[in-house]
């Protein structure tokens, strides 16, 4: 199928997007396109106009300062697999990013694109749950900065206006030698995830673990964030066991059904991914001690 017919504009500056974005009607922006441009062909979007973010300066780069990073809202997800700085400061997110798609589809596919479309099996929106990312967005206002605890507002929804533009995401980094973790059930890989679970640990000295994120994925239209077992690990000797005991209710979430996967069966992907998620972080953590 070929897409419906619509204005194309090609922008170059920040400042030009916000203004096309603020003055067209019905107006969609395009960064790698490897889920509007389906989209458009199929026809679930009908935007009149097209706003191609490819030439938009400033818009793509990994930066660091201190434990802040900030990924351009434009960068590959490529580029963010082959980080050495991601490697070093969040090595969850290229460790989530083998999981997505495909070699040609991550050449072209943006993290802005991908929390925008906001699927809710994506694998970023999964990590930039667990690693509590904030969204800066730019629109006619000004900036404004969303954390990402509010930025899925429901199923495939971000909290971005109509007028507004991801700019760019911010993390904090956990300390050098946390362990991270991702597990996730897809019937093939490079298909979305059924469910995922992204697990992050930070070991005290004595070996215990003194902090804990754990977030699943693709269960409900939003990110699960599983606080009551983060609270949980807090203070405990990490094992199998402990994380099979504390993953069990998981089991008993709220949980989506649709017309190829039953509730039940991603119910019971639940406690799995996240313990499996879990035990990869505690081997890190724990190499990284020894
Ligand atoms: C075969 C195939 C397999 C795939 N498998 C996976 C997978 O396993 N996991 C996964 O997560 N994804 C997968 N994807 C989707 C892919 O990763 C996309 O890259 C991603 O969903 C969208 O990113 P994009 O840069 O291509 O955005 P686009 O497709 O260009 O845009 C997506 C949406 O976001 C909006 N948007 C884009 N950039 C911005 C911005 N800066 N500010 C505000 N709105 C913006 C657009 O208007 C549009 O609504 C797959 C795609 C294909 C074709």
């Known amino acids: ?53 490819n030439k938009v300066a ?16 434009m960068t590959r997800q490529r580029d963010l697999e082959r980080s050495a700085l991601l490697a070093a400061k969040l090595p969850i997110i290229p460790a989530a990013l083998a999981h997505v798609g495909h070699l040609q589809t991550r050449n072209r596919g943006t993290i802005g694109g991908s929390l925008s479309h906001l699927d809710p099996s994506a694998e970023l929106v999964t990590v930039c749950a667990a ?46 030698g946390h362990g991270f973790g991702f597990a996730e059930y897809a019937r093939r ?54 994380f099979a005991e504390l993953c069990r209710p998981c089991a008993e979430l709220e949980a989506m059904g649709d017309a190829l996967v039953p509730a039940s069966y991603r119910r019971h992907l639940a406690p799995v991914m996240a313990r499996r998620a879990l035990a990869r972080a505690a081997g890190i953590a724990a190499a990284a001690i020894h």
Not at 61 to 69: C, D, F, K
């Open 1 to 53: 199928m070929k897409p419906p017919p619509f204005r194309y504009h090609d922008p170059r500056t920040l400042a030009e997007t916000v203004t096309l974005l603020g003055t067209l009607e019905n107006a969609k922006l395009l960064a790698g396109g490897q889920s509007l441009m389906p989209m458009l062909n199929m026809r679930f979007v009908l935007p009149d106009h097209l706003i191609d973010l």
């Open 189 to 242: 890989h490079g298909d979305f995830a059924i469910v995922s679970a992204a697990a992050l640990l930070a070991f005290r000295d004595d070996g215990r673990i003194g902090r804990a994120a754990l977030v699943l994925g693709g269960l409900e239209p939003v990110p699960t964030r599983l606080s009551a077992i983060e609270a949980a690990l807090a203070g405990e000797t990490p094992s199998e066991e402990l």
């Open 131 to 176: 690693l509590d990312a904030t969204v800066t967005v730019a629109g006619p206002g000004g900036t404004r900065a969303i954390p990402f605890s509010e930025f899925p507002l429901g199923y495939m929804t971000p909290a971005t206006g109509l007028d507004e533009i991801v700019t760019e995401i911010v993390f904090e980094a956990w300390p050098a």
């Open 58 to 73: 400033g818009l793509a780069h990994v930066e660091a300062e201190g434990r802040t990073v900030r990924i351009g809202a």
